[in-house]
């Protein structure tokens, strides 16, 4: 039996490799977080995670979700914006331009949900975001307004989306865009077979 090309991976594989990867990038910023100031033990009791999956996290062989993740950085007081990452992380706030490759990047590993930030880091006014949507996905706890205070308008570039806004529901198409305060949108859905691509702006910034 020859071996096989890496060249040759299917790209079901290359997706769970860069998976794997994210859980462990995740996974050693939460352990350096933690570092001597909670145990497992008392961060499970803050934050409502048992020690168990938090252990896991840390070693990168768990599968944690948006809200699961919410709840650590919540418990170590830790800014969402520390999760994401990419090479314009470590440049200077006046940077003009965020190059494709050096976009911060986070994704939700459970949910597969991905978010690259477009502007530099430390814009206050606004915050602009392209984000991949995956096929089946079904999430309502994105919009909580704990998370973030503020404006959002969402435009959608690929794919279809359903969103209910307060107590209407609304099919939202390619070239489509919608805008609500944090707390309004209860919850947002992808029922098709291919990921949908979204282009958000937050004002004011989060990241």
């Known amino acids: 039996m ?11 594989a290359s997706d769970a490799e860069d998976l794997r990867q994210e859980v462990e990038r995740l996974g050693r ?10 145990s497992l033990e008392s961060l499970a009791a803050r934050s409502g995670v048992s020690a168990g999956l938090l ?3 840390e070693r990168g ?19 969402i914006s520390e999760l994401f990452g990419g090479g314009q992380r470590e440049r200077t706030q006046q ?3 965020v190059r494709s490759d050096e976009r911060r990047r986070l994704t939700w590993p459970k949910e597969r949900l991905t978010w690259e930030i477009l502007t530099p ?22 919009s909580r307004p704990e998370y973030y205070r503020g404006m959002y308008c969402d435009h959608l570039l690929e794919g279809h989306v359903i969103v209910q806004i307060e107590e209407r529901v609304f099919e939202v198409n390619p070239g489509d865009a919608y805008t609500v305060r944090s707390g309004q949108l209860q919850w947002l859905r992808n029922d098709e077979d ?4 979204m282009l958000t ?4 910034g989060a990241w």
């Open 55 to 57: 252990s896991q996290i």
């Open 194 to 197: 291919v990921p949908a691509v």
């Open 29 to 38: 910023i939460l352990r350096a977080a933690r570092g001597d100031k909670y």
């Open 121 to 142: 880091p430390g814009t206050r006014e606004f915050t602009v975001m392209r984000g991949l949507i995956p096929a089946r996905f079904y999430q309502s706890e994105f």
């Open 61 to 79: 062989i768990g599968n944690p979700s948006f809200q699961t993740l919410l709840r650590i950085t919540a418990a170590l007081n830790l800014p």
């Open 95 to 97: 940077s003009y331009i």
């Open 2 to 12: 020859t071996a096989r090309d890496p060249a040759e991976e299917s790209p079901e």
């Open 201 to 204: 702006v937050l004002s004011p």
